[in-house]
């Protein structure tokens, strides 16, 4: 593969440099003008964009490392190119070392055959710094038309995993679906046969939209008539008919002597005073977050009763768009309250999921502990106190307003009097 590659740079008008572990392989290249290099790095001192291809992760390091290694050759600004298929993390550590002489090292593996190579086909996959891809993008282009940056170093060959995977499940289950019906006495070939006509070796085929249009047209020129001769068998479709029916009622209508009864009107006409249907809203997209990414509220002042909570509003209109509903959740720890307090534009109900304290009400305070569900009415006094030594936590919720200013919020006047 690496001396095809090597091919088609020279064939696109690029000057080559090689060098090879077996160099009776690049012979053929040297007879058509490229130069010999003695070393790797030799061959990294002397090019700006340095092209590697080796069988595995170890062998690229070999030829990177020690005192003639593509690294000790390395100059400030040359752009090394790995098309090998190796381990990301090995590509990850090399590029780094690259990066400490001035240079770039970007992962290029590449999908696909010495044919497709040649059918100049092939895709190329790249991973590392972006200045440096589009520096070298015009010449991975001779390699193959479809090149594709992929994100920094290593994520390219991670893609390439991704990718022979795919194909490997592929293969393996058209493979098996053929021994599946050859165990049953059906012929290979026929099978195979059969599959390279299906939609298995289809490929999409997409019509300009002018040419989609013109065949649109085409294919309702073919259709028989609705009526008269060559018309179609059988009764309309029901929507066609509830629309023709429809029309047949408006033409009649309108066809009716002037004086109708007061009141009268034709379908589809609005009465006088009446005013027009409301549009439909349009539908709100949902929300979702997660406890973890909702921040403490830092808004809620002691002398109005929030003293030591901790409180998030989960949904809200700010959060979420909610102008009808708000959800949140509050820690109490070990002598927190939330006075008496109401609301008078919102109902609230409360979830206590764990610890006991006391509930404000409308007259005095009640016991409560975990597990109780309570409801207040807009306009009822409540509150909570954490009376026990652990930590309280609460799920509560407003119904009828989206925040707490649309919600309202009053705290009891001094001369108020509530029983303990």
Known sequence: MGAGIAERLRAAGHDLTVWNRTPAKAQPLLDQGAAWADTPGALAASVDVLFTMLTNSEALTVTAEGEDGILAGLRPGTIWADLSTIAPDVSVALAERARERGAFLLDCPVSGSPATLAAGQMSVMVGGDRAAFERVEPVLAAIGPKVTYIGDNGQALLTKVAINLALVVSI?????????????????????????????????????????????????????????????????PPARRRRAAVRRHVRDAQRRPRHRPAGARLPGQRAR????????????????????????????????????????????????????????????????RHERHRHPHCDEFVVVMSGSGEVHTNTGREPSRAGDVIYTPRGNWHGFDNTSDEDVLLIWGWSGAGSLEAAGYEIPGPDAEFDA
């Not at 599946?180 to 298995?200: F, P, T």
């Not at 002042?301 to 030591?308: C, N």
């Open 273 to 336: 005073g009446v005013p027009p249907a409301r549009r439909p809203r349009l539908m709100q997209p949902p929300y979702r977050t997660t406890l973890y990414d909702v921040p403490l509220e830092t808004n809620l002042r002691e002398d109005e009763g929030w003293i030591d909570m901790q409180v998030q509003f989960l949904i809200d209109a700010r959060a979420a768009g909610s102008d009808a509903l708000v959800v949140g959740r509050t820690v109490l720890p070990p002598g927190a």
């Open 172 to 236: 393996t289950a058209f493979a098996e679906g053929v021994a599946l019906v050859e165990k049953a006495g059906v012929a290979r070939e026929a099978v195979v046969d059969a599959a390279l006509k299906s939609v298995i070796a289809s490929r999409r085929r997409r019509l300009p939209r002018a040419a989609a249009r013109r065949r649109r047209r085409r294919l309702r020129r073919r259709r028989p008539p609705a009526e008269g001769p060559g018309a179609r068998a059988g009764p309309r």
